[in-house]
């Protein structure tokens, strides 16, 4: 199961590993049914075959955005200063846990960064702590905010809820309609929407009026950017965001004027250090291939790199993205995982069976991979050197802001930092942590259904 904010992460990589078993098999059956085409197709025809560079000027390259006639073309865009985002495990020094069954069952409680509990384990479920220092918890099937105490200051009564948002406003659920409250418990914006996101920094939130097309509405409840969307993700700190229209992918600005015309199969936001990785249109049907772009949409690299899954990264923080070999001339990388930096060049060699993203977060970053050889996870610094030697059945996380990982061990979760010291034993049957945190939150939009 994927953690989202308010659930817990169940750590079944097993599904995740089951299906890249699956999706190579499909590779390696594809690739023999190529390589049995092309040569029939060479003793046939030999002059048909197409070179790399014509397959490869079949390629959709993204559209060109039209500029102001007044400007020259030749005028460069001045350099965007990255924003990076800040996540932390611990939100105001405390960590939701989730303990061993007892006589009461399964309860939620929060530990401090020595393992000690502040709030005892008494909530059905609950989630890390805005940095108002309210939390949503859930008992008697009701969601409701706790203070730092654990006390509730806004008693349980919505059928779901998130977190409060930068502006103090917070996203819940009563009777399949969501609107907003304020700190204060109150409802600010009526239920209205079928679906409802929390706010970005720039205060505007997705919504859906009838459950099929999504739209942008300010603080006060009205349409800023009216439903036209078949989906869509909030802005994000680092730029315009990405929404899909007539099942194609484009970026627009804070007035919905799009900015990067829909022309992808799918697109991410822009990340930490201002480029996104964008879907482009593959040169055959079995093909998913990726690019990265920049704010004018605009290609980044010369290659097109193949994704696993549906699984593909931006950059990190720290100019670095977990990418999979796809030389069948090296067999020892091949279908392997290394590190690709922003010019195309691997600086960590493939050869992860699988690979976590470093940190959005953090420039002074580590990652959770995983050892073919061991089938287990470690974790390794930005030259690609174990800190810590593959001994986790999974590395949770990525790292966060303050510098910590969750990792899971002997079917326990527990915490680790950037040195590789285990700072809570892993002795926890889950432990919920910030969406933002999580490798897969961009897969098929999870982390925006929080």
Not at 360 to 373: C, I, K, L, P, W
Request: glycine share 8%.
């Amino acid at each position: 199961m994927r953690c989202k904010k308010g659930r817990f992460w169940q750590g079944n990589h097993r599904l995740i590993t089951s299906k890249r078993k699956s999706i190579f098999h499909m590779i390696l059956l594809l690739l023999v049914l190529l390589a049995t085409l092309v040569s029939a197709c060479q003793t046939s025809s030999p002059s048909s075959q197409p070179s790399n560079k014509e397959v490869e000027s079949k390629m959709t390259e993204p559209k060109e955005i039209e500029t102001d006639p007044t400007e020259s073309d030749n005028d460069e865009q001045p350099p965007v200063e990255p924003i990076i985002e800040e996540v932390n495990l611990f939100v105001h020094g405390l960590l939701a846990v989730q303990n061993e069954y007892d006589k009461v069952g399964y309860k939620v409680g929060y530990i401090d960064k020595t393992g000690a509990f502040v709030i005892e384990p008494k909530f059905d479920y609950a989630e890390s702590f805005s940095e108002n220092g309210l939390a949503t918890a859930k008992v008697n099937g009701k969601w409701g905010y706790i203070d730092k105490t654990g006390a509730f200051v806004i008693e349980p009564q919505f059928d779901r809820a998130k977190s409060f948002s930068e502006n103090g406003l917070a996203a819940v659920e009563v009777s399949g309609k969501w609107g907003y409250i304020d700190e204060g418990g109150a409802l600010v914006i009526e239920s209205q929407f079928d679906r409802a996101r929390s706010f970005s920094v720039n205060g505007l939130a997705a919504v859906s009026l009838d459950g099929d097309k999504w739209g942008y509405i300010d603080e006060t409840g009205a349409f800023v950017i009216e439903p036209q969307f078949e989906d869509v993700f909030s802005f994000s700190v680092n730029g315009p965001a990405p929404v899909r229209v007539n099942r194609k992918w484009g970026y627009i600005d804070e007035t919905g004027a799009f900015v990067i015309e829909p022309q992808f199969e799918w697109a991410m936001p822009f990340s930490a250090c201002g480029s996104p990785a964008a879907l482009s249109a593959a040169v055959a049907p079995t093909d998913r291939l990726w690019n990265y772009i920049d704010r004018t949409g605009t290609f980044v690299l010369e290659e097109y790199y193949l994704d696993w899954g549906g699984v593909f990264w931006n950059f990190s923080a720290n100019g670095l993205a977990p990418i999979i070999s796809t030389d069948e001339e090296n067999e020892k990388s091949y279908l392997k995982y290394g590190y690709l930096n922003e010019d195309g060049a691997f600086v960590i060699e493939p050869q992860f069976q699988y690979a976590n993203p470093f940190s959005f977060y953090t420039s002074n970053s580590v990652a959770g991979v995983r050892d073919e050889a061991t089938e287990k996870w470690g974790v390794i610094d930005e030259n690609g050197n174990y800190i810590v030697d593959p001994q986790y059945f999974v590395v949770a996380t990525m790292c966060s802001t303050d510098g910590y990982l969750v990792v899971k061990k002997d079917g326990n979760f527990g915490v680790i930092d950037r040195e590789g010291n285990e700072v809570i034993p892993c002795q926890y049957r889950n432990i919920c942590f910030p969406s933002k945190l999580h490798p897969l939150r961009f897969v098929e939009n999870y982390w925006e259904d929080d």
